[in-house]
């Protein structure tokens, strides 16, 4: 009997396949491969990424209905698809005009100079708010519409609007100047996190040409030194999908008013309606200004000193044009109660500024040839402005032999005139001491020595060369005990000088300054530093844990009653020698921690706002640092009966902020003790209950307890990267 091959349906299937081949190859061939197949698209779905960038590529205008082609990406450049019609928070549009273009609410022409027009931004979606008032607020919003959005499916789309173009007849559509469109995006990905972009596109439609940005007056860059992204601070308005400037100046344009008002916590009407200018130049001028004069003091600058936003850039065309003089509306945003103007200038029976003064350009401005405009106002012939050019410089510094006066020689320079004594304010500070004083310190290790020292102007006298010299005595003030252990000699100031009318120094008169009619504001302070022998150290001896930059940022020069250009200007007097009146600290990092941890304007844990990439680091804190005090045994001022109670270096770092009674419990205490921090919680309960927390051992224990603590060893476990870690989702609203 013959046997029976079994093939399994795998080797019948590659039988098969052989014999096919070989039909095929018996066929023969025409020699051509086929066309190639459509590339796949290196993408991913909008669910799936942390973020978005949309690039306007193209525009047209049919029929008043604006069409937008652009592609949307992610970080790394890949095409984002499956963008939805609901994730196109908004789109404006609009074009350059002139002032000419349009009226006010009153039917009147915004133009204030006759022939000399301001380019304006004109919305081409307008809303009417009532009573002759209009706003350019009306954007088209993705969610109104079902099927504007086309996904091309490679990472472009298509968007037709379904918003006609609609000015309130207040101008016309213009294809042969520079539009403008606006569109933000706003989305969220699958693990819930909210992605948004803002971008721009300008260009003329009558010839299909790319046109630059037009109204270049202040960089983003400025506005994010303080309103930074991600911080309770940011520009993110209308539901957080306006997160730039430049997002704002398509809606709040110029022609921008409305009665508004004012409501309480629970949404009820406060007041009466008032007119407001609700330009984004109003609002931006009325905020900060007012913020600055307000309970908060948010603002943390000069409300006059108009280049804190307006810096020179010359990568911005229109950077000087708040130097222009062409426009009243902005000088009223600050200019605007009987504190901002003359008393002649201010009508107190309507409460208003009286209406023959009302166009200030007829008189401010160097058009005209009057009085100061906004330039000459704020700064060439400002006082306050004036006085930040002045520089103090100490040259010489002469230690006694027996260590008890020490003589510092110093001048006052405006650019290369030096300023008299005679021109530095002579008046006695109302809470002791002098308004103008010089500040003496010694550094050891890596804290100063000493409780702050103003060295009043009662100790000044006037060289015959035109410099200032100060003796510094050990009978007024602590003068051996700064020098202790070899210390550095820092030297700062606190000078105000004497400013007649239009910023002009001037001799200075007492009855003048009290009466107002002279001025005597700070000047700004540098620290110098030499060794006891006379000789200058060229930088601070002390670890540096933030740059003046990162203050100045958003402080410029203006910091509440010093104004410093370093640390160590301030550090000085808010050093670990010093208390707050029996409860808390007066250190520096206190200090500035509890102000922005209170005010909220940074998330309250991002330490690199201040402290760059690492200054925060626990194992920055020099290992010979003096310990921080942070109370008195009792609660009460140190005097005769009471000491101070102190915290050491690392420990004294964490609890600025982690402190009672709600961020520091017992066994935190314990932990950090277990590590070698020295700390203690002192209650105090006052008659009517309440209850006040100074920290740390007396000074008196210190040193056995520190010895027995052994080394702090806290940064072994919380480094940098585990204190980001730790730190970085937390934060408050607005």
């Known amino acids: 009997m013959m046997k029976r091959f079994n093939l399994k349906s795998s080797y019948t299937a590659l039988l098969g396949a052989g014999l096919l081949s070989l039909t095929v190859i018996g066929c023969g061939s025409d020699g051509n491969d086929g066309e190639d197949g459509k590339d796949g698209v290196v993408g991913s779905p909008i669910s799936s990424v942390s973020a978005v960038n949309a690039d306007i590529t193209s525009a047209s205008v049919k029929d008043g209905f604006l069409t937008v082609n652009f592609t949307l990406s992610d970080a790394n450049g890949a095409a984002v698809l499956k963008l939805q019609n609901s994730d196109i928070a908004a789109v404006s549009f609009g074009r350059i005009g002139t002032e000419d273009d349009v009226k006010n609410y009153k039917g009147e022409p915004l133009t204030d100079i006759e022939g000399k027009p301001r380019d304006i931004w004109l919305s081409y979606f307008n809303k009417d708010k009532g009573d002759g008032h209009y706003t350019g607020s009306s954007y088209f919003k993705g969610g109104d519409c079902e099927d504007c959005l086309t996904d091309n499916g490679d990472g472009t789309y298509t968007l037709v609007l379904n918003k006609a173009i609609d000015t309130l007849d207040k101008y016309a559509y213009a294809a042969d100047v520079t539009n403008g469109i606006y569109l933000g995006i706003k989305s969220s990905n699958a693990a819930g996190a909210t992605l948004r972009d803002n971008s721009f596109f300008y260009w003329q439609p009558s010839s299909d040409m790319v046109q630059q940005k037009p109204k270049s007056i202040i960089a983003e860059e400025t506005c994010q030194n303080c309103h930074r992204p991600g911080h309770a601070g940011a520009l993110a308005f209308h539901g957080s999908k306006h997160e730039t400037l430049e997002s704002c100046t398509f809606c709040h344009t110029d022609y921008n008013s409305y009665m508004k008002q004012d409501k309480?916590?629970?949404?009820?009407?406060?007041?009466?309606?008032?007119?407001?200018?609700?330009?984004?130049?109003?609002?931006?001028?009325?905020?900060?200004?007012?913020?600055?004069?307000?309970?908060?003091?948010?603002?943390?600058?000069?409300?006059?000193?108009?280049?804190?936003?307006?810096?020179?850039?010359?990568?911005?065309?229109?950077?000087?044009?708040?130097?222009?003089?062409?426009?009243?509306?902005?000088?009223?945003?600050?200019?605007?109660?009987?504190?901002?103007?003359?008393?002649w200038h201010w009508d107190k029976d309507n409460n208003q500024i009286a209406e023959s003064k009302q166009n200030c350009m007829s008189c401010h401005s160097v058009h005209t040839g009057g009085y100061r405009g906004g330039e000459a106002g704020h700064y060439t012939e400002n006082a306050n402005a004036h006085a930040t050019q002045l520089k103090v410089?100490?040259?010489?510094?002469?230690?006694?032999?027996?260590?008890?006066?020490?003589?510092?020689?110093?001048?006052?320079?405006?650019?290369?005139?030096?300023?008299?004594?005679?021109?530095?304010?002579?008046?006695?500070?109302?809470?002791?001491?002098?308004?103008?004083?010089?500040?003496?310190?010694?550094?050891?290790?890596?804290?100063?020595?000493?409780?702050?020292q103003k060295v009043g102007f009662n100790t000044f006298t006037a060289l015959d060369d035109g410099r200032i010299q100060s003796v510094i005595?050990?009978?007024?003030?602590?003068?051996?005990?700064?020098?202790?252990?070899?210390?550095?000699?820092?030297?700062?100031?606190?000078?105000?000088?004497?400013?007649?009318?239009?910023?002009?120094?001037?001799?200075?008169?007492?009855?003048?300054?009290?009466?107002?009619?002279?001025?005597?504001?700070?000047?700004?302070?540098?620290?110098?530093?030499?060794?006891?022998?006379?000789?200058?150290?060229?930088?601070?001896?002390?670890?540096?844990?933030?740059?003046?930059?990162?203050?100045?940022?958003?402080?410029?020069?203006?910091?509440?009653?010093?104004?410093?250009?370093?640390?160590?200007?301030?550090?000085?007097?808010?050093?670990?020698?010093?208390?707050?009146?029996?409860?808390?600290?007066?250190?520096?990092a206190y200090i500035v921690h509890s102000k922005h941890y209170i005010n909220g304007f940074f998330k309250k844990t991002d330490c690199q706002t201040c402290h760059g990439t690492a200054g925060f680091g626990l194992d920055k804190i020099a290992a010979n640092a003096a310990p921080v005090a942070f109370g008195t045994t009792d609660g009460q001022r140190l005097g005769a009966t009471n000491e101070q109670t102190l915290v050491s270096p690392q420990t004294a770092a964490c609890v600025s902020c982690h402190t009672k009674p709600y961020a520091l419990n017992d066994a935190a205490v314990g932990h950090i003790k277990s590590f070698g921090g020295v700390l203690a919680v002192n209650e105090f309960v006052a008659q009517d209950g309440t209850k006040s927390y100074a920290l740390g051992v007396p000074a008196s224990d210190y040193e056995a307890e520190a010895n027995a603590a052994g080394p702090e060893s806290c940064s072994t476990c919380h480094t940098t990267d585990k204190l980001l870690e730790q730190h970085k989702n937390w934060g408050f609203g607005w």
């Open 264 to 343: 309480d916590a629970d949404g009820k009407p406060v007041g009466e309606p008032y007119f407001f200018d609700g330009s984004i130049k109003g609002m931006a001028h009325d905020i900060h200004s007012h913020s600055f004069f307000d309970e908060k003091g948010i603002y943390p600058q000069m409300a006059s000193n108009c280049q804190t936003c307006h810096q020179p850039d010359q990568n911005l065309a229109m950077a000087d044009a708040w130097k222009a003089d062409l426009d009243t509306a902005t000088c009223m945003n600050c200019h605007n109660s009987p504190y901002a103007v003359p008393s």
């Open 473 to 588: 005595s050990n009978a007024d003030f602590t003068v051996t005990d700064a020098l202790a252990n070899n210390a550095t000699i820092a030297l700062s100031s606190q000078l105000h000088v004497c400013f007649g009318a239009k910023g002009l120094r001037a001799v200075c008169d007492v009855t003048q300054l009290d009466s107002g009619k002279q001025t005597a504001p700070y000047l700004v302070s540098d620290t110098f530093f030499f060794k006891q022998d006379g000789t200058k150290v060229d930088k601070t001896p002390r670890t540096q844990h933030a740059e003046m930059k990162a203050c100045q940022d958003c402080h410029t020069t203006a910091i509440t009653h010093r104004y410093s250009n370093d640390m160590d200007g301030c550090a000085s007097c808010h050093n670990g020698t010093r208390d707050k009146k029996g409860i808390g600290s007066s250190n520096l």
């Open 393 to 452: 410089v100490f040259d010489e510094v002469a230690v006694a032999a027996d260590k008890q006066t020490v003589t510092a020689t110093f001048k006052v320079l405006d650019g290369d005139e030096l300023v008299p004594l005679s021109q530095i304010d002579p008046r006695p500070y109302k809470y002791g001491g002098y308004n103008s004083a010089i500040v003496f310190n010694g550094i050891s290790g890596d804290d100063f020595s000493v409780n702050y």
